[in-house]
T-cell receptor, first 115, second 114 residues
Framework: NAGVTQTPKFQVLKTGQSMTLQCAQD?????MYWYRQDPGMGLRLIYY???????DKGEVPNGYNVSRLNKREFSLRLESAAPSQTSVYFC??????????????FGQGTRLTVV | QKEVEQDPGPLSVPEGAIVSLNCTYS??????FMWYRQYSRKGPELLMY????GNKEDGRFTAQVDKSSKYISLFIRDSQPSDSATYLC??????????????FGEGTQLTVNP
């Protein structure tokens, strides 16, 4: 029962390098999200995908792009990494429809350091 | 100003104490309220979910919502060392029926000492 799986778990990048964070869920959820968590800032939404084929910006989208590859997978790409993007990144998913849908299931996180 | 305010702590209590964790919010559009627990180096996991004003109890945990004051609380009775974690409040606006975008508080770091 994997839930939400993120890869990699840790990554160190040099400024200007690019990378893609991968996320997959096996719960047949419609909606998927990418958050970043920073000390003093809490969890902030980067991008989300309400359903397969759609993506929307969240609170802090600058410097990131996303791809909803299929219903299971939602990737986050840093085209040119900056030290300000050093953070812990969480992918989450939820059923995504209806007023009563609320619970989001989170992955274990990717700790990214940009030097 | 943040839409959701939460005292980051840290909060340290002895085992068996009653713990009170709180969040305030500024936007009355928030109608769904959650508490997540996050252990160190792990992802958040849903602990409690409430919709209406009032109390909701689950074992040692009670979630309380006061929409008139825009204030939510989580109470932990008979706290245990295993409750040591960061507790995050989260909220969703009523118009967001798809996607369920959540707005999180900063999180309160709790340590329960044996």
């Amino acid at each position: 029962n994997a839930g939400v799986t993120q890869t990699p778990k840790f990554q160190v990048l040099k400024t200007g390098q690019s990378m893609t964070l991968q996320c997959a869920q096996d719960m047949n959820h419609n909606s998927m999200y990418w958050y970043r968590q920073d000390p003093g800032m809490g969890l902030r939404l980067i991008y989300y995908s309400a359903s397969e084929g759609t993506t929307d910006k969240g609170e802090v989208p600058n410097g990131y792009n996303v791809s909803r590859l299929n219903k299971r997978e939602f990737s986050l790409r840093l085209e040119s990494a900056a030290p300000s993007q050093t953070s812990v990144y969480f992918c989450a998913s939820s059923h995504g429809t209806g007023y009563m849908n609320t619970e989001a299931f989170f992955g274990q996180g990717t700790r990214l350091t940009v030097v | 100003q943040k839409e959701v305010e939460q005292d980051p702590g840290p909060l340290s209590v002895p085992e068996g104490a009653i713990v009170s964790l709180n969040c305030t919010y500024s936007n009355s559009a928030f109608q769904y309220f959650m508490w997540y627990r996050q252990y160190s180096r792990k992802g958040p996991e849903l602990l409690m979910y409430t919709y209406s004003s009032g109390n909701k109890e689950d074992g040692r945990f009670t979630a309380q919502v006061d929409k008139s004051s825009k204030y939510i609380s989580l109470f932990i009775r008979d706290s245990q060392p295993s409750d040591s974690a960061t507790y995050l409040c989260a909220m969703r606006k009523v118009q967001e029926t798809s996607g369920s975008r959540l707005t999180f508080g900063e999180g309160t770091q709790l340590t329960v000492n044996p």
